[in-house]
Structures are given as structure tokens and as C-alpha cells.
């Protein structure tokens, strides 16, 4: 938790750029379908890098937040969510405190009022890292349920 602090946007653009530059030049890659999967932390670095990053062309991101806030100077993901050019799909756990359900509805409505593909589907049952292998019941409860 100390280290994530220290984490600035600028400098998770410039490490998941790279990361993007490399598949997209992979043979075994194909760029037109580079997306990007986040899970706590991780949904917060995919949605700032769909605003960012063209080559991102789709995200699909758990039970995070903090996209409310910058890391560092500039502004916040959210601050930047007129720039995002893909489609966007975010799954929240109705017990989750880490993404408040305002921000949730804030969140919605800044997207919807944008015109952006998004979805946000939140899991009854479901706290914070609710696909993590030690919340492996949960996880069966939320499939069963579909």
C-alpha cells in the first residue's frame, strides 16, 4: 500500500504504453483488438488508459476506485472521461466501499450525458476483490446466479 501511494499518472501512462507499443508490434498480436483487463488498482490504470492510449480499444474492469482523484499533478481519470474512445464494461460489488455507489452514479451519468459505451453492472452479494481466488465462494455464488 505504501508503493501504490508513491504511484504517479504520468508515470503509469509511460509503463503501460510501452507495455501496449510492445504487443501491438507482436506478431502473434492482433493491435486492432488490444484491450485491457483491470482488477482494483489495476481498473483505475485501464480506464485512465482508455482515455490515453488510442491502441486501448476496449477495457473491462473490477471493483476499484480512486478514479475520482490524481496521482500526481494533473487531473483525474474521471476529470478526463470526455477523451475515452473505447467501450468500457466495469463490474462493482454492492458491498464494496472502495468505489462509493455516488461515485458509481456519477460515474454513469458523466458517461451516459458523453455519449460513451459503457456498461456497469453491479453484483449483489459481492465486496471488494470478489474474483480473487481466496473469495472463491463468492465468486461461485455471483456465477450461479447468471
Known amino acids: 500500500m505504501k508503493r501504490g501511494k508513491q504511484l504517479?499518472?504520468?508515470e503509469v501512462?509511460?509503463?503501460?504504453?510501452?507495455?501496449?507499443?510492445?504487443?501491438?508490434d507482436h506478431p502473434s498480436v492482433d493491435a486492432k483488438r488490444l484491450g485491457i483487463i483491470?482488477?482494483?488498482?489495476?481498473?483505475?490504470?485501464?480506464?485512465?488508459?482508455a482515455?490515453?492510449?488510442?491502441?486501448?480499444r476496449a477495457v473491462e474492469a473490477y471493483y476499484g476506485g480512486n478514479i475520482m482523484v490524481p496521482w500526481g499533478d494533473g487531473p483525474s481519470p474521471y476529470?478526463?472521461?470526455?477523451?475515452l474512445?473505447?467501450?468500457?464494461?466495469?463490474?462493482?460489488?454492492?458491498?464494496?466501499?472502495?468505489?462509493?455507489?455516488t461515485d458509481r452514479e456519477k460515474l454513469d451519468q458523466e458517461l451516459t450525458g458523453l455519449g460513451k459505451d459503457?456498461?456497469?453492472?453491479?453484483q449483489t452479494?459481492?465486496?471488494?476483490?470478489?474474483?480473487?481466488?481466496?473469495?472463491?465462494?463468492?465468486?461461485?455464488?455471483l456465477a450461479e446466479c447468471k
Open 79 to 83: 476529470e478526463l472521461s470526455e477523451r
Open 51 to 56: 482515455e490515453l492510449n488510442p491502441q486501448v
Open 13 to 24: 501512462e509511460v509503463d503501460v504504453n510501452a507495455t501496449v507499443d510492445y504487443l501491438a
Open 38 to 49: 483491470g482488477f482494483c488498482m489495476g481498473r483505475r490504470v485501464a480506464y485512465l488508459m
Open 85 to 101: 474512445h473505447c467501450p468500457l464494461l466495469f463490474h462493482f460489488g454492492a458491498d464494496d466501499t472502495n468505489s462509493a455507489p
Open 125 to 141: 452479494g459481492a465486496d471488494h476483490a470478489s474474483m480473487n481466488s481466496n473469495n472463491i465462494e463468492v465468486f461461485w455464488k
Open 8 to 10: 504517479r499518472d504520468a
Open 118 to 122: 459503457h456498461e456497469l453492472h453491479t
